[in-house]
Protein backbone atom coordinates (compact mmCIF):
# COMPACT_ATOMS: atom_id res chain seq x y z
CA UNK A 1 0.00 0.00 0.00
CA UNK A 2 1.66 3.34 -0.92
CA UNK A 3 2.29 6.13 1.18
CA UNK A 4 -0.41 8.57 -0.42
CA UNK A 5 -3.65 5.55 0.05
CA UNK A 6 -2.15 5.93 3.60
CA UNK A 7 -2.10 9.50 4.17
CA UNK A 8 -5.78 9.71 2.69
CA UNK A 9 -7.30 7.13 5.12
CA UNK A 10 -5.93 9.13 7.58
CA UNK A 11 -7.36 12.25 6.80
CA UNK A 12 -10.49 10.68 6.82
CA UNK A 13 -10.44 9.18 10.20
CA UNK A 14 -9.38 13.00 11.57
CA UNK A 15 -12.52 14.42 9.34
CA UNK A 16 -14.51 11.35 10.53
CA UNK A 17 -13.38 12.22 14.27
CA UNK A 18 -13.51 15.43 14.29
CA UNK A 19 -17.15 15.99 12.80
CA UNK A 20 -19.46 17.51 15.31
CA UNK A 21 -21.68 15.16 16.95
CA UNK A 22 -23.07 14.02 20.27
CA UNK A 23 -19.78 13.01 21.10
CA UNK A 24 -18.06 16.07 20.64
CA UNK A 25 -20.86 17.91 22.83
CA UNK A 26 -20.12 15.05 25.60
CA UNK A 27 -16.52 16.10 25.47
CA UNK A 28 -17.08 19.50 25.98
CA UNK A 29 -18.96 18.86 29.43
CA UNK A 30 -16.61 16.22 30.77
CA UNK A 31 -13.25 18.17 29.36
CA UNK A 32 -14.34 21.66 30.19
CA UNK A 33 -15.79 20.86 33.63
CA UNK A 34 -13.69 17.78 34.96
CA UNK A 35 -10.48 19.10 32.75
CA UNK A 36 -8.57 17.50 29.83
CA UNK A 37 -7.60 14.39 31.53
CA UNK A 38 -10.88 13.21 31.98
CA UNK A 39 -11.93 14.32 28.33
CA UNK A 40 -9.05 12.19 27.08
CA UNK A 41 -9.95 9.41 29.31
CA UNK A 42 -13.43 9.87 27.19
CA UNK A 43 -12.33 10.07 23.97
CA UNK A 44 -10.37 6.40 24.54
CA UNK A 45 -12.96 4.52 25.33
CA UNK A 46 -15.13 6.38 21.84
CA UNK A 47 -11.78 5.31 19.85
CA UNK A 48 -13.09 1.71 19.79
CA UNK A 49 -16.40 3.09 18.50
CA UNK A 50 -14.76 4.96 15.37
CA UNK A 51 -12.64 1.84 14.68
CA UNK A 52 -15.42 -0.07 14.38
CA UNK A 53 -17.44 1.92 12.48
CA UNK A 54 -14.61 3.08 9.97
CA UNK A 55 -13.68 -0.90 9.84
CA UNK A 56 -17.11 -1.56 9.03
CA UNK A 57 -17.02 1.56 6.06
CA UNK A 58 -13.60 0.23 4.69
CA UNK A 59 -15.35 -3.39 4.40
CA UNK A 60 -18.34 -1.67 2.64
CA UNK A 61 -15.81 -0.09 -0.09
CA UNK A 62 -13.23 -2.62 -0.08
CA UNK A 63 -16.47 -5.07 -0.34
CA UNK A 64 -18.73 -3.36 -2.67
CA UNK A 65 -21.76 -3.91 -0.84
CA UNK A 66 -23.07 -2.27 2.29
CA UNK A 67 -23.61 -4.38 5.48
CA UNK A 68 -27.28 -5.51 6.19
CA UNK A 69 -29.93 -2.84 6.93
CA UNK A 70 -31.71 -4.33 9.31
CA UNK A 71 -28.71 -4.55 11.90
CA UNK A 72 -28.41 -0.56 11.69
CA UNK A 73 -31.91 0.11 12.61
CA UNK A 74 -31.70 -1.96 15.56
CA UNK A 75 -28.88 -0.47 16.29
CA UNK A 76 -30.47 3.22 15.65
CA UNK A 77 -33.34 2.41 18.03
CA UNK A 78 -30.58 1.47 20.78
CA UNK A 79 -28.33 4.44 20.35
CA UNK A 80 -31.71 6.81 20.27
CA UNK A 81 -33.11 5.30 23.65
CA UNK A 82 -29.56 5.80 25.24
CA UNK A 83 -28.90 9.24 23.65
CA UNK A 84 -33.17 10.20 24.38
CA UNK A 85 -32.28 9.01 28.18
CA UNK A 86 -29.10 11.41 27.96
CA UNK A 87 -30.63 14.29 26.68
CA UNK A 88 -33.25 14.05 29.18
CA UNK A 89 -31.63 13.72 32.17
CA UNK A 90 -29.37 17.54 30.76
CA UNK A 91 -32.96 19.11 30.08
CA UNK A 92 -33.95 18.75 33.68
CA UNK A 93 -30.38 18.95 35.61
CA UNK A 94 -30.82 21.26 38.58
CA UNK A 95 -28.57 23.38 40.27
CA UNK A 96 -26.59 22.06 43.66
CA UNK A 97 -27.02 23.96 47.09
CA UNK A 98 -23.74 25.38 46.36
CA UNK A 99 -24.67 26.64 42.80
CA UNK A 100 -23.08 24.59 40.92
CA UNK A 101 -24.64 21.72 38.30
CA UNK A 102 -24.28 17.63 39.26
CA UNK A 103 -22.82 16.17 35.88
CA UNK A 104 -20.10 14.69 36.53
CA UNK A 105 -18.92 11.56 34.34
CA UNK A 106 -17.67 9.16 37.02
CA UNK A 107 -16.80 6.65 34.55
CA UNK A 108 -15.68 8.85 31.41
CA UNK A 109 -13.78 5.51 29.83
CA UNK A 110 -17.20 3.68 29.98
CA UNK A 111 -19.00 6.40 29.38
CA UNK A 112 -16.67 7.13 25.79
CA UNK A 113 -17.14 3.05 24.86
CA UNK A 114 -21.24 3.22 25.06
CA UNK A 115 -20.94 6.69 22.88
CA UNK A 116 -18.52 5.49 20.40
CA UNK A 117 -20.20 2.07 19.79
CA UNK A 118 -23.89 3.56 19.84
CA UNK A 119 -22.67 6.40 17.67
CA UNK A 120 -26.20 7.62 15.45
CA UNK A 121 -23.52 9.29 12.86
CA UNK A 122 -21.38 6.31 13.09
CA UNK A 123 -21.95 4.01 9.55
CA UNK A 124 -23.53 6.34 7.34
CA UNK A 125 -21.10 9.21 8.16
CA UNK A 126 -18.25 6.81 8.27
CA UNK A 127 -18.82 5.34 4.48
CA UNK A 128 -19.34 8.92 3.21
CA UNK A 129 -16.33 10.74 4.57
CA UNK A 130 -14.31 7.07 3.31
CA UNK A 131 -15.67 6.78 -0.13
CA UNK A 132 -15.17 10.96 -0.40
CA UNK A 133 -11.56 10.57 0.63
CA UNK A 134 -10.78 6.93 -1.30
CA UNK A 135 -12.73 7.09 -4.38
CA UNK A 136 -9.47 8.42 -5.92
CA UNK A 137 -8.05 5.14 -4.71
CA UNK A 138 -10.30 2.29 -6.03
CA UNK A 139 -8.16 0.55 -7.85
CA UNK A 140 -5.15 0.17 -4.69
CA UNK A 141 -7.87 -1.06 -2.24
CA UNK A 142 -7.27 -4.71 -1.67
CA UNK A 143 -8.08 -6.90 1.69
CA UNK A 144 -4.28 -6.94 2.49
CA UNK A 145 -3.99 -3.12 3.33
CA UNK A 146 -7.19 -3.74 5.31
CA UNK A 147 -5.32 -3.94 8.43
CA UNK A 148 -2.95 -0.80 7.93
CA UNK A 149 -5.85 1.09 6.31
CA UNK A 150 -8.06 0.64 9.92
CA UNK A 151 -4.80 1.76 11.54
CA UNK A 152 -4.37 5.17 9.30
CA UNK A 153 -7.85 5.38 10.35
CA UNK A 154 -7.27 4.97 14.18
CA UNK A 155 -4.37 7.34 14.01
CA UNK A 156 -6.17 10.16 12.03
CA UNK A 157 -9.03 9.99 15.11
CA UNK A 158 -6.16 10.31 17.50
CA UNK A 159 -4.65 13.55 16.17
CA UNK A 160 -8.37 14.51 16.03
CA UNK A 161 -9.18 13.76 20.11
CA UNK A 162 -5.71 15.90 20.52
CA UNK A 163 -7.24 19.34 19.26
CA UNK A 164 -10.63 18.25 20.54
CA UNK A 165 -9.01 17.80 23.91
CA UNK A 166 -6.63 20.54 24.13
CA UNK A 167 -9.53 23.22 22.85
CA UNK A 168 -12.65 22.53 25.58
CA UNK A 169 -9.90 21.79 28.24
CA UNK A 170 -8.02 25.23 28.02
CA UNK A 171 -8.80 27.33 30.77
CA UNK A 172 -10.42 29.99 29.05
CA UNK A 173 -12.69 27.64 27.77
CA UNK A 174 -12.94 25.76 30.93
CA UNK A 175 -14.03 29.42 32.73
CA UNK A 176 -16.90 30.73 30.63
CA UNK A 177 -18.22 26.76 30.76
CA UNK A 178 -18.25 27.36 34.58
CA UNK A 179 -20.12 30.39 34.37
CA UNK A 180 -22.69 29.24 31.98
CA UNK A 181 -22.62 25.41 32.67
CA UNK A 182 -26.25 25.23 33.34
CA UNK A 183 -27.10 26.31 30.09
CA UNK A 184 -25.00 24.21 28.46
CA UNK A 185 -25.99 21.64 29.73
CA UNK A 186 -29.52 21.63 29.08
CA UNK A 187 -28.55 23.12 25.12
CA UNK A 188 -26.34 20.17 24.97
CA UNK A 189 -29.78 17.89 26.38
CA UNK A 190 -32.23 19.32 23.67
CA UNK A 191 -29.47 18.70 21.14
CA UNK A 192 -29.22 14.97 22.66
CA UNK A 193 -32.77 14.38 22.61
CA UNK A 194 -32.71 15.93 18.63
CA UNK A 195 -30.85 13.05 17.83
CA UNK A 196 -32.39 10.40 19.56
CA UNK A 197 -35.16 11.16 17.82
CA UNK A 198 -33.89 11.70 14.18
CA UNK A 199 -32.03 8.30 15.30
CA UNK A 200 -35.55 6.68 16.27
CA UNK A 201 -38.05 7.94 13.69
CA UNK A 202 -34.89 6.53 10.95
CA UNK A 203 -34.66 3.06 12.36
CA UNK A 204 -38.58 2.45 12.92
CA UNK A 205 -39.50 3.92 9.15
CA UNK A 206 -36.30 1.22 7.84
CA UNK A 207 -38.08 -1.68 9.65
CA UNK A 208 -41.63 0.02 8.55
CA UNK A 209 -40.38 0.04 4.60
CA UNK A 210 -38.84 -3.51 4.82
CA UNK A 211 -42.19 -5.01 6.49
CA UNK A 212 -44.21 -3.80 3.62
Known sequence: MN??????????????????????????????????????????????????????????????????????????????????????????????????????????????????VTNPKGYPVAVATFTALLTSYAASLSWSSFPALVFAACLGAVCAYAILVAVTGAAAVRGFYRRHEIWFVRASGLVFIGFALHALVQSVSGFAVRRS
Open 3 to 116: ATLFLACGLAGFAYGISPGPAVLALFGISAGQGRKAGAVFLSGHLVGDALWSSLALVAIIGAQAVGPAVFDALGLICGAYLLWLGWAAVTVRRRADGGVDTVVRRPLLRGLVFG
